[in-house]
């Protein structure tokens, strides 16, 4: 309910200043004397809807933001701290003088200097507003984010992915979004899709982790990255913990090998080299790779899709471009799982705390 109180007030203390700038010029190049006098009128009339919509619009806002300290959050806040001061220290004394004037004929030099003043402070407010409602969307993921700094999507890639600073996944160009049971879903060019874990349109942002308390960080404790080698007499398959999201389909497809809960967990030579690496293959995290004969083994070419894990992350592959992440050791930039429930501790990739989450969607 904040956000959408918040957005409506914005857009109508925006909408009501715009009204009455492009009103009160329109009067002063085209009007007579009494147009004028007719529109500082109805500008304090107006007052009656503008400074309600501004005081919820900035009391929603800083409880929005709350204590969040990224680079949009901080300029809204900024811009804020100017918009309420510059509206009742400067615009609404102007308002009320100059109506006074206009009703008393006195369309003097003075008259026109603060005129001249109220409207640079208008111009000023709507341009501050303005970015407010531009960044607004920005962190609702409705339009492009500010993209934290980092290296750039691999060049041709068709697709990518950008994580917003303590907000969605900015996904751009793809084609192919699948849901857990396969079933295609409808793409846009832009998709911003949810990793906070508590947007009620999942997969989909719908701004919640403006007030989940989301953030984008990664955490100090989490797992070491560093890949442990587990050699067998034709193949040695390589495990970054780090990145595995715990699908265990690696378990599930062939136990024999990898045995959860025994150590060493994966036994390499309990099952043939082929049927190995068709499981290895199939590793959705990408925390899984294989050697033989003394070369890391390749993945096979996929179409750049996502497809959305029941109940855990997104499951990218086919050279879907992400920008601005240090990759883990070993790590594939083929294939890859990213958080979508908001509690890994290796943001932006699941690193399996769904499952101690609890986490549904």
């Not at 109508?12 to 009067?27: A, E, M, Q, R, Y």
């Not at 400067?90 to 004929?105: D, E, R, T």
């Not at 793809?174 to 079933?183: I, N, P």
């Not at 809960?261 to 294989?290: F, H, M, N």
Request: net charge positive; glycine share 10%.
């Amino acid at each position: 309910m904040i956000p959408r109180i918040h957005a409506a007030a914005g857009v109508i203390g925006f909408l009501c200043i715009l009204t009455f700038w492009t009103s009160t010029v329109g009067s002063e190049l085209f009007g007579t004397h009494e147009t004028i006098t007719a529109v500082k009128h109805s500008v304090l009339w107006g007052m009656w809807l503008l400074l309600p919509c501004m005081a919820a619009a900035g009391a929603t806002g800083f409880k929005l933001l709350g204590s969040r300290t990224d680079a949009l959050a901080l300029a809204k806040k900024r811009r804020m701290m100017v918009i309420g001061p510059n509206g009742v220290l400067v615009l609404m004394p102007c308002a009320f003088y100059l109506a006074s004037l206009a009703a008393k004929g006195q369309f003097t030099a003075t008259f026109y200097a603060v005129q001249a003043i109220e409207l640079v402070a208008g111009l000023l407010n709507l341009t501050l507003m303005g970015l407010n409602i531009r960044d607004g969307l920005r962190l609702t993921g409705r339009i492009a984010p500010a993209i934290v700094s980092g290296s750039l999507p691999a060049a041709g890639a068709s697709a990518s992915i950008a994580p917003s600073e303590n907000g969605p996944l900015l996904v751009s160009g793809l084609e192919r979004l699948l849901s857990a049971d396969g079933v295609a879903l409808a793409t846009r060019p832009t998709l911003a899709l949810c990793r906070c874990g508590t947007s009620k349109n999942k997969p989909f942002c719908d701004g919640s982790h403006n007030t989940s308390g989301f953030t984008s960080a990664l955490s100090p404790d989490r797992t070491p990255d560093a890949v442990t080698e587990y050699r067998g007499a034709q193949i040695t398959v390589l495990f970054n913990r780090l990145v595995c999201s715990a699908s265990e389909k690696c378990a599930k497809n062939l136990p024999e090998v990898f045995r959860k809960g025994e150590k060493p967990w994966i036994a390499p030579d309990r099952a043939d080299t082929q049927r190995i690496i068709e499981v290895v293959r199939q590793c959705p995290s990408g925390a899984l790779r294989y050697v033989v004969a003394g070369r890391i083994g390749s993945q096979p070419q996929r179409a750049p899709a996502i497809r959305i894990a029941r109940d855990g992350p997104y499951e990218v592959e086919g050279g879907v471009g992400l920008s601005a992440v240090a990759w883990c050791e070993g790590a594939s930039q083929d294939r890859f799982a990213l958080c979508r429930c908001g509690q890994s501790k290796n943001k932006p990739f699941c690193d399996g705390s769904h499952h101690a989450a609890g986490f549904r969607g």
